[in-house]
């Protein structure tokens, strides 16, 4: 059945490995699983099946059921049964001593099971199957699917987390590339896949999933803004994007000067047909680990309000990085740039001189949309880490999921992330419908109150797990301070609530927010 099975994908093979019980009938000469049971974990690009002997307390064979496993904890699975799809299956996995013979038994049993008289499941046989590619096989990334680049990205979370590389945004970019993960939302004029937002939402919500700092490691990022320029040194920065082998910071804040970017110092200065740029920039992430970097300074020739933007090589001449360090997200670096009457050539201008605060505008409302997707995926995995922990945490003889004040916070806030995901979706569709000032109140509210929700739901898994959610051997802790930054970084909380209230009930109060006291 596999083999024709695989004869229907071109291009692939279909591997299948099975492995059974001991004392399972339906397997005489094995392979057999190791003596503490089978691998139950869930791997991306990956198939389980499980088969299991229904059998009555009185020791009558009903028969024998398959079904497909979805996750697996530390003592639970969850599985789909195909006579039943849409019903939620979990099984607690126990594991006995056969009476017999010289060799354990594994059991599924429904959790809170009181009934002597239920059904006995044994477990007798794994089926793993994968679907690899023939070593001539190219990747055709523009084909993909949500789904699959998703299974891909699991894929490669596995390998990098074994290197201890998961954090590492230029290894995720390089590797990355052969599903087309550096390109996906680059439009197919500069060699990407021209995904939209709705669909590059989900992609950020599951980079989430397994860290916060994944959230620079998809699409462009900030090397979008390329795409409105029209020269060598954009195309060429565009294509070792898409290759993987670029990798774009963003300098805009400034001592002085972040969400009032009317107090930016550095300036630029027209010299002949190029610019001398001069200023100093601060609290700016990833610049040891970019190779270009999108400089924002006050415009040459536009009036003091109006901002110009700069690609630039990290390695440009008189451009000096400024180290600092950061409480969280470091998988990249923090700090700032220093450059003192630097001069940059014409082909280093997005778009036109004066033209960085509407660049600006359309960038962030994209950038902060897809942030807090990646945060909302933060959270989420949070709480099924949490319920996990519920389960298998045992505290005067039971578990400490019996203590329903522990189930409340898992219930509240994946209710929470959900809407929160619903409205990210809206925001999605009026932005990729070109509707950006219906999509501007959503972004800004949903980067507020995404993020909060996330880190609600983070702290309270990492309360749920006692001392060791404060420690090293869980990532929770990691998880709550890296949504500490993100409450800051690309739009504080604050701020993206103040400007929902302008967006909805007028200017004024944004004016009354920061006029100075003087007037």
């Not at 397994?210 to 090397?223: E, I, S, T």
């Not at 027209?270 to 040891?288: I, M, V, Y």
């Amino acid at each position: 059945m596999f083999g024709s099975i695989s004869d229907q994908i071109p291009g692939h093979e279909l591997q299948v490995e099975i492995l059974s019980a001991r004392n399972s009938t339906h397997s005489e000469a094995g392979p057999y699983w190791p003596d503490d049971g089978p691998d139950l974990r869930v791997t991306g690009g990956e198939l389980k099946i499980l088969a299991y002997t229904v059998t009555t307390a009185e020791g009558n064979v009903l028969g024998r059921h398959f079904v497909l496993l979805k996750e697996c904890g530390d003592t639970q699975i969850r599985v789909l049964n195909p006579g039943k799809p849409m019903k939620d299956y979990q099984f607690n996995v126990v594991t006995r001593d056969s009476p017999d013979a010289n060799l354990k038994q594994v059991f599924l049993e429904s959790p809170g099971r009181q009934s002597k008289n239920a059904l006995v499941l044994e477990l007798n046989t794994v089926f793993k199957i994968r679907v690899d590619r023939h070593e001539n096989q190219s990747v055709c990334s523009s084909g993909l699917t949500v789904d699959q680049v998703k299974t891909a990205i699991d894929q490669l979370a596995a390998t990098l987390a074994v290197e201890d590389k998961l954090t590492s945004p230029r290894d995720w970019r390089r590797r990355g590339a052969s599903f087309g993960l550096p390109g996906l939302d680059l439009p197919t004029s500069a060699g990407g896949n021209g995904w939209n937002a709705e669909q590059m939402l989900e992609i950020f919500r599951h980079a989430g999933r397994y860290n916060l700092n994944l959230r620079d490691v998809v699409g462009g990022a900030h090397g979008r803004p390329a795409v409105k320029m029209d020269s060598a040194i954009a195309r060429d920065a565009l294509k070792q994007l898409v290759d993987g082998n670029a990798y774009f910071a963003v300098a805009i804040t400034e001592e002085n000067a972040g969400t009032d970017t009317k107090s930016m110092q550095s300036k630029a200065e027209k010299d002949g047909e190029g610019f001398r740029l001069t200023g100093t920039k601060l609290w700016n992430a990833r610049l040891r680990q970019a190779t270009h970097v999108v400089l924002y300074t006050s415009s040459a020739d536009g009036s003091a309000e109006d901002r110009s933007a700069f690609l630039l090589p990290i390695n440009h001449p008189g451009l000096e990085i400024l180290d600092r360090y950061a409480h969280g997200l470091t998988g990249n670096s923090f700090g700032g740039l220093k450059f003192e009457n630097m001069y940059v050539g014409p082909e280093h201008l997005i778009g036109k001189d004066g033209g960085g605060g509407d660049l600006f505008d359309e960038h962030f409302l994209y950038w902060r949309l897809m942030q807090a997707a990646a945060a909302i995926g933060c959270g989420e995995q949070a709480l099924e880490i949490m319920a996990e922990r519920l389960r298998s945490r045992h505290v005067f003889g039971a578990p400490i999921g019996r203590f329903t004040h522990l189930q409340q916070p898992i219930g509240e806030n994946l209710t929470k992330l959900r809407m929160a995901l619903a409205l990210a979706k809206e925001a999605a569709r009026h932005y990729d419908r070109g509707d950006f000032d219906a999509a501007e109140p959503l972004v800004n509210g949903i980067k507020a109150e995404g993020v909060e929700i996330a880190l609600t739901a983070c702290d309270e898994a990492m309360r749920a797990h006692g001392a060791l959610g404060y420690s090293r051997e869980v990532d929770l802790g990691d998880r709550v301070r890296d949504l500490m930054g993100l409450r800051i970084a690309d739009g504080t909380t604050d701020v993206m609530r103040m400007t929902v209230v302008r967006e909805n009930y007028g200017f004024d109060f944004w004016g009354i927010a920061v006029r100075p006291t003087s007037e």
